[in-house]
């Protein structure tokens, strides 16, 4: 590298966005009417922005975007009708609209439905959306809490009984809460208690405490959109209260964007766009927007056009886009089969030439999976869609590419490559590497052998970002930035073949072996080379009469496995010459014309039948490596053909990667290239001594070098250890570089991501001896394996480090394992599941061994931390989905939907779980089904949280009971049907861990007082290959409360700590048996034995006057009621009496958990003093033996506790009398507050203030009030809610509000969520929204209002 001391001419425009390696700049340059038009190019991501420059209009001047589509149903509005009066209507917020006079609704239908804001952002968006709500209302709460301090202040400052110097107070604030908290406190001094600056200060003080409270409760759900829709007689139209305003007056109705091109601002501030789709004939609002800026990075290199920054555009800035959103905003914008599925039909509906998916994730089988098939069928194959997708970022070892690019049929898989102009405008090298490969590139082979990448692009680009990013443009890399440039090469071609060719047909299969093969070699693995867009053109354009060219090839190496290619991974597939059948079958294009049901005359099935009739191949085979053989020839028809092919790698050399390929030329024209090629890939591995360690020399490095070695686990071991050293001289000859350390092993039907370690280790960066001498760098990585498998160690310096490196590499392993009947070892190593062991056993042995080397600190030690429960469903429903966005592309025939509803109850606040269903979780490309998805709702029907096939930790805040929605679609009706019983399984994290007890033999488990035999294992060192006993205490686990007989406590067992640990679960068994207390009817105290005849008449004429007793408090006629009551207390002693008087109390005040003055409490004047009789009668009744009851908390005679059980009856009835007669205090006292609570409920009515409604009760009544309130918090628990609710209003009778809200508040918090105290809360939310409309702290009883339709919605959420 030179020095430059001047600035050179211009700035390398042309790698911002590149386009030149891959011929596409020259191309669209040579052929400017073939860039892209025509074609529309669909993208499946995160959707694109509508605010985003170079993505608004083609370069015809079209409009860029043909339709925005949410595909996941996360931006969905239920909608309801309504009827407006006078251009108002009842929103479904509960804010009423004003509607826009201007608006034409022919048929006067109105609906509404409402959407919360934070569920339609990115989660950055919403961030700052947030952040800037709650500091805005937190600057208002805070006046408000000055305020109240401020009053406080001045109360302590002045003289107590100077109202005037108190009320100028109110001067100090220029904000109304200010004056409202003068008047209100004020109140407490007109009142007639002599001691009114004690009742000021108590209720100052309780005012700064419950502010405290709300302040620090506050979270802020986001606004809630109210959403208006209407036909104006043409189209829907929708309109969003996107200010909460409820003024829509001057807003415009937007119609759906397919037909009107309208665009909303969501987010003003934010520049958040969005825009509008109808279904369902008008009843779903779809809300589209963007879950990510992924999506508009993506367009941006397949199709944008700048026109005034030419130098910017895409690859194809002439092709149309068609935004598919699969990225759901519930689970952080993550794909789901929901989303997947719509969008290939959304695919086929707007007839999309190209697709775009720079999506993916790890799946346990490739190339299969209902979407993955559904794809390659019909949208490849039937619909001839080129559909291009990232093969992922998870290299750079073999077999890491993702589903569905790298590991599936009809797909064009793109790995990313880095070149000179990108190096020089995106990463500001001041010295460049060679072009490569990035390192993070995923590589192939699949598990079954196929290529796993097909083709490179560029994987970095400068190009357009969403508005709300507050970039234009924006760098961005990885396999999701190549996919798009390949899909806009594919653009490119399509565009010039409609343009060129006229109406012929192009199928995908002919675009892709156009694209692979010109392909300019790079030097990767299995000839997959940088894709070359004139080149594939003129390779288009020369075998367009080639019949051939339109087919693909499907083949099957019949092994274990139908695999796709020979991968030959472990050592002993390598260890002997292998022997192959190989099928080859060509897979022909077919149409949608071709059907059954559309072919009426049978001439497209004709065409195609006769195409595969016409087909012939007569190929030449060719291996490119001598260890491989096959035979010459291969005649193929349309129903295909075997060859057999020889694989001899015992002669290759050890740990190294050898690959070569089968391939197939067309024997008319060999020039033309492979016609297909098989991938053969052989790992062979290198062999571990018996010190169960292997040195893989020093390896050499140089930019952008990659090193791999292969290395056969032994049996038994379980974790691998790989030390890295880098000698001192090295590093200071060379820069410090930072390279990736991957290391990896393959496991039949399972992701590669359970056995893989992906670390960044720097060289060169560590300190080192001064002037040299012996010191080194040294690393140490750990990973987890499995006996038997190979393991790849690929060291890798990262491609944007500079200088050369050695670096000595050695794995060492090693293994403490279960033991297996007798101690013979599996192959594969034992008990890979983990090991379970039964509760009920009292004692559990486990035999271990040390299969690979002598094994050191020996210490085992089983901690568990969840606790797993199954549960069932209570309700399972199996139903047809809507056949507008949810049928099945093959059969056309709408999907079925299985419901099923869980109940989950949590015992405690801020509560971790983790929810499974092994039969359908984890899963997404290769699963059956083609959704699952579930949501958890809490008692009170508000969501919480989603999650989609790849379930992870929650967290649950609040305890109580939940919903837990399970959703599984699927075509089939009748698979379902299967798993409605299905069980679910819920991992709880464990407040506190618990530990089991180990030991080396059995005594001591039980004693410690019979010393243990010399020969018995004392631990710390395992000879190799020695077995020893591992005992486990399992009586004498201390089960948590939260687990019951039969559920699982899950954890870890260790060994050791240079060894793997191993799952562990303990089945808790069942509880102890405890003798129930037998007891009988007390018989009176007489001198006489009772005879049996005397004792039955007794007992049955005491069950007689018990249900008497009950149909007092159910009869529903007061005269009947009445009669009984009096017929009863006739002949009846004083515990009796009690009891009646308590059952005709509780049918006076049958709603117990309702607000003693509203409606539903049915306490009118008349009752409630009738009420407060009959509560003194029971409370002079039961007060005296209620007292005994403390007595008797250790009873132990069968008297003392028959006088225990009477005194703790006498003790319930007195709470429950004293609490009626507060509560018919409280109606008494607030004669006329439900009509202030009507008020205060209606829709955004703000109260004055103004006690003109309310009726003072007499001192006499408000003394009684609190003598009984005083008594029954003597008996029961303050916080229980039938007292809050009981007594809160003596202090609403003395107008002090916030003392009155302090227990409200601390019960709301607390109190478990529960459909048994759905009633109580109701409750209390009521009287906390009346307490604070009596305060006039308006700031809180808007955020309340505001916060009720999500806290409480009418339904649940939609899945």
């Known amino acids: 590298m ?68 949410d595909c996941t149903g996360s931006g969905d509005v239920e909608l309801s009708d309504v009827c407006a009066e006078e251009l108002t209507l009842k929103g479904a917020s509960g804010r009423t609209l004003r509607l826009n006079a201007e608006w034409k609704n022919p048929t006067g239908e109105w609906r509404v439905g409402a959407k919360r804001l934070s569920r339609l952002l990115p989660g950055e968006v919403w961030m700052s959306v947030s952040a800037e709500r709650s500091q805005r209302f937190r600057k208002n709460a805070q006046q408000l809490t000055d305020a109240v301090l401020a009053k406080k202040g001045a109360v302590q400052d002045k003289d107590q009984g100077k109202l005037s110097e108190v009320s ?139 026109p005034e920054e030419p130098q910017n555009d895409g690859v194809a ?133 196929d290529r796993g990448v097909d083709v490179y692009a560029p994987g970095s680009a400068i190009t357009s970002f969403p508005a709300y990013c507050k970039e234009r443009l924006c760098l961005r890399n990885g396999t999701s930035m190549s996919s798009p440039n390949l899909c806009g090469v594919a653009a490119l071609l399509v565009s010039a073949w409609k343009q060129e060719m006229g109406g012929a047909s192009l199928s995908p299969y002919r675009v892709k072996n156009a694209i692979v093969s010109t392909a300019k070699p790079i030097g990767e693995l299995h000839g997959a080379g940088m894709v070359q867009t004139d080149s594939a053109w003129q390779f288009l354009k020369r075998y367009a009469a080639r019949a051939a060219e339109q087919v693909s090839w499907r083949t099957h190496v019949d092994d274990s496995r139908r695999a796709r290619g020979i991968y030959l991974r472990n050592a002993e597939e390598s260890a002997h010459a292998r022997f192959f059948n190989v099928s080859v079958v060509p897979v022909f294009p077919t149409s949608e014309k071709a059907r059954l049901e559309h072919d009426s005359d049978g001439e497209s099935g004709r065409l195609e039948s006769q195409t595969q009739f016409d087909f012939e191949q007569r190929l030449l085979l060719v291996a490119t490596e001598s260890w491989v053989s096959v035979p010459d020839a291969l005649y193929v028809a349309s129903q295909g053909n075997k060859f057999a092919a020889r694989v001899d790698a015992t ?188 509760g009920s056993n009292a004692v559990a042995r486990l035999d271990f061994i040390a299969p690979v080397r002598p094994e050191y600190d020996v210490s085992p030690s089983i901690v568990l931390t969840k606790a797993r429960k199954t549960l069932r469903p209570h309700e399972a429903v199996i139903s047809p989905l809507g056949a507008e966005r949810d049928t099945h592309l093959a059969t056309g025939s709408a999907l079925y939907k299985l419901e099923l509803d869980y109940r989950l109850e949590t015992t405690r606040e801020e509560t971790q779980l983790c929810l499974h269903m092994p039969a359908v979780d984890t899963q997404i490309y290769e699963n059956w089904a083609d959704n699952f998805a579930l949501a958890i709702f809490d008692a009170n029907k508000r969501y919480l949280i989603s999650q989609i096939s790849y379930t992870s930790p929650l967290l649950i805040k609040q305890c109580g009971e939940s919903l837990v929605r399970v959703q599984i679609r699927h075509r089939s009706a009748k698979d379902l049907e299967a798993l409605k019983d299905i069980p679910l399984l819920v991992d709880v994290v464990l407040k506190s861990s618990i530990r089991l007890t180990t030991k080396f033999d059995m005594a001591s488990i039980f004693t410690s007082t019979v010393s243990s035999s010399a020969a018995v294992y004392r631990g710390g060192f395992i000879a190799k290959g020695s077995r020893i006993p591992l005992f486990i205490d399992t009586i004498g ?219 003072d009760a007499s001192e006499q009544t408000v003394q009684e009030y609190e003598r009984a309130a005083a008594e029954l918090r003597q008996w029961a628990a303050a916080d229980d809610v039938s007292v809050v609710i009981a007594t809160a209003p003596l202090h609403m009778a003395r107008h002090q509000y916030a003392r009155a809200l302090q227990p409200v508040l601390a019960w709301l918090a607390k109190a478990p969520m529960k459909p048994a105290n759905a009633a109580e809360r109701r409750s209390m939310v009521e009287l906390r929204n009346q307490l604070l409309a009596k305060l006039q702290w308006t700031i809180w009883s808007a955020h309340f209002r505001a916060i009720a339709p999500i806290e409480s919605p009418a339904t649940y959420e939609r899945l």
């Not at 009817?1081 to 034995?1089: G, L, R």
Request: include cysteine.
């Open 2 to 69: 030179a020095n430059k001391t001047t600035p050179r001419q211009e700035f390398p425009t042309h790698g911002l966005m590149p386009r030149g390696e891959t011929q596409a700049a020259e191309f669209v340059r040579k052929y400017p009417q073939y860039d892209g038009r025509g074609v529309v190019a669909a993208v499946l991501d995160t959707g694109i922005d509508p605010g985003a420059k170079g993505l608004q209009v083609t370069s015809e001047g079209k409009r860029k975007v043909v339709d925005y589509i």
């Open 168 to 306: 100028k107070v109110s001067e100090v604030s220029k904000v109304s809460e200010v004056s409202k908290v003068s008047e209100i406190s004020a109140k407490s001094i007109k009142t007639k208690d002599s001691d009114t600056s004690k009742n000021l200060t108590e209720e100052l003080d309780a005012q700064v405490d419950v502010l405290k409270t709300l302040n620090g409760a506050y979270a802020d759900l986001g606004p809630l959109l109210d959403c208006v829709v209407f036909h104006d007689g043409e189209q829907w139209r929708a309109a969003i209260d996107v200010d909460e305003s409820g003024d829509l007056s001057a807003a415009a109705a937007l119609g759906a964007y397919k037909h009107t091109s309208d665009v909303g601002e969501l987010c003003k501030r934010q520049l958040f766009y969005y825009t509008l789709n109808f279904y369902d004939e008008g009843r779903t609002l779809s809300i589209v927007t963007c879950a990510g800026s992924h999506s508009t990075h993506v367009a941006g290199i397949l199709a944008a056009h700048h």
């Open 317 to 449: 800035p002439g092709a149309q886009l068609l935004s598919l959103m699969i990225g759901d905003h519930r689970v952080g914008s993550m794909e789901t089969g929901v989303g997947l599925t719509r969008a290939v039909n959304a695919i086929v509906e707007y007839g999309a030439d190209v697709a775009n998916m720079s999506y993916g994730e790890p799946s346990s089988s490739p190339n299969v999976g209902q979407w993955v098939q559904t794809v390659a069928q019909e949208v490849v194959r039937r619909h001839g869609c080129v559909f291009v997708s990232s093969a992922g970022n998870e290299g750079p070892a073999l077999s890491s590419t993702g589903s569905p690019g790298g590991t599936s049929d009809g797909f064009i898989g793109v790995g990313a490559h880095v070149g000179y102009d990108q190096m020089l405008a995106e990463y500001a090298m001041y010295e460049t590497v060679g072009d490569t490969v990035f390192t993070w590139s995923s590589r192939g082979p699949t598990p079954d052998g």
């Open 651 to 838: 002669k290759l050399q050890a740990g190294r990667l050898h690959t070569a390929s089968i391939d197939a030329y067309d024997s008319t024209d060999v020039d033309r290239g492979p016609v297909f090629s098989i991938p053969v890939t052989v790992t062979k591995p290198l062999h571990v001594d018996a010190s169960a360690c292997v040195d893989l020399g020093t390896l050499q490095f140089r930019p952008t070098e990659i090193v791999r070695r292969f290395v056969a686990v032994p049996p038994g071991a379980t974790r691998a250890h790989i030390v890295l050293r880098a000698s001192n001289a090295a590093a200071l000859e060379s820069s410090p570089a930072l390279f990736y350390l991957h290391c990896m092993q393959l496991e039949p039907a399972t992701r590669f991501r359970k056995f893989f370690m992906r670390e960044r280790v720097s060289i060169g960066h560590k300190s080192y001896a001064a002037g040299g001498g012996s010191a080194e760098q040294k690393e140490t990585k750990t990973m987890d394996v499995i006996g038997g498998a190979t393991l790849e160690v690929c060291l890798a310096q990262f491609w944007n480090q500079l200088g050369a490196h050695d670096i000595d590499v050695r794995v060492e392993f090693n293994g403490i394992v279960p033991a297996n009947g007798g101690g013979a070892l599996a192959e594969g190593g034992p008990l890979r599941a983990g090991i379970t062991v039964h």
């Open 1037 to 1255: 686990a201390a089960v948590p409360s939260e687990a019951a007989p039969g559920d699982v406590l899950v954890g870890k067992l260790t060994m050791s700590r240079h060894t793997a640990d191993f799952d562990f679960e303990y089945v808790v068994p069942a509880k102890s048996i405890k003798k129930p207390e037998e007891s009988t009817p007390a018989a009176p105290k007489t001198d006489k034995p009772e005879s049996k005849e005397e004792q039955d008449q007794r007992e049955m004429n005491e069950a007689l006057r018990r249900v008497r007793v009950d149909w007092v408090k159910k009869s529903r006629d007061d005269g009947v009621r009445t009669r009984l009551v009096t017929d009863l207390l006739a002949n009846s002693n004083d515990e009796q009496r009690a009891e009646v008087l308590a059952a005709q109390l509780s049918a006076l005040d049958a709603t117990s958990s309702a607000l003693p003055w509203s409606e539903a409490a049915c306490l009118t004047a008349a009752s409630a003093r009738r009420a407060v009789g009959i509560a003194d009668s029971v409370i002079e009744l039961t007060r005296t033996q209620a007292l005994t009851a403390r007595l008797y908390e250790k009873a132990q005679t069968d008297d003392e506790k028959t006088l225990k059980k009477q005194a703790e009856l006498a003790r319930t009835q007195l709470i429950a009398a004293l609490t009626t007669k507060c509560r018919a205090l409280a109606a008494l006292t607030h004669g006329s507050v439900s009509a202030t609570a009507s008020e205060t409920c209606a829709d955004y009515v703000e109260v004055d203030g103004s006690d003109n409604d309310e009726t």
